[in-house]
């Protein structure tokens, strides 16, 4: 079946310094989601990317769909502690007819942000 | 607008015992779903509704697991017999009914089942 990985399982950094997170699938993707989920929160959408090769930009964040839609990254410049949380990708396997359901998720990157 | 409600939040029962998770999604989501987060591992996805109608179950682990749908609006997700590897965040969550690449989903507190 479909498997998304996704690394760092962990990531620790100086508040100010940048974060990525990197989203790698086995098998190539309608769509790909972004959530963050807060400690003791629940996931929270971010963006969907649905081109190849595109680049969204929200703010700090930069969210990249990779030319073969099998990989993905999302990149926090200066990272603030607002930004600490898991942050999840998701995606959607072609041939779902671009529905997102049953998404397969990341097991997700634990960001912590030392002030 | 409330969001997508689970209850309970937190559930502590004894291997062999009997739960009952509910969702009540966002009001006008004809799409809810059903996802597991086991400690340290990812969020997989266990079942979708549309409306009352399964839509795809074949992510529920065996068929000590049932999930119900009355009438398309809240759902419930029962366990029977619960066992260890049982415990876990269950999601719900919940999307409009809408074609083609879109739609986020809006994902409840989640309830933690902890089975002893």
């Known amino acids: 079946g479909q498997q998304v990985m996704q690394i760092p399982q962990y990531q620790h950094v100086q508040e100010g310094e940048d974060f990525t997170t990197y989203c790698n699938s086995s098998?190539?993707?309608?769509?790909i989601q972004w959530y963050k989920q807060r400690p003791g929160g629940h996931p929270v959408f971010l963006i969907q990317?649905?081109?190849?090769?595109e680049v969204k930009k929200q703010k700090r964040l930069t969210f990249q769909f990779g030319e073969a839609k099998k990989n993905s990254s999302l990149h926090i410049t200066a990272t603030q502690t607002t930004d600490v949380g898991t942050y999840f990708c998701?995606?959607?396997?072609?041939?779902?007819?671009?529905?997102?359901?049953?998404?397969?998720f990341g097991k997700g990157t634990l960001l912590t942000v030392n002030p | 607008e409330a969001g997508v409600t689970q209850f309970p939040s937190h559930s502590v029962i004894e291997k062999g015992q009997t739960v009952t998770l509910r969702c009540d999604p966002i009001?006008?989501?004809?799409?809810l779903y059903w996802y597991r987060r086991v400690m340290g591992k990812e969020i997989k996805f266990l079942l979708h509704?549309?409306?009352?109608?399964?839509?795809?179950e074949s992510g529920m682990p065996n068929n000590r697991f049932l999930a119900e749908r009355t009438g398309g609006t809240y759902s419930t997700l029962k366990v029977q017999p619960a066992e260890l590897e049982d415990s876990g965040v269950y999601f719900c969550?919940?999307?409009?009914?809408?074609?083609?690449?879109?739609?986020?989903?809006?994902f409840g507190e989640g309830s933690r089942l902890t089975v002893l």
């Open positions: 969550a919940s999307s409009h009914l809408r074609r083609g690449n879109t739609g986020e989903l809006f």
């Open positions: 098998t190539t993707l309608s769509n």
């Open positions: 990317l649905v081109k190849s090769g």
């Open positions: 998701a995606g959607t396997p072609v041939g779902r007819g671009g529905s997102n359901y049953k998404l397969t």
């Open positions: 009001s006008g989501h004809d799409n």
């Open positions: 509704f549309v409306k009352e109608s399964k839509q795809d």
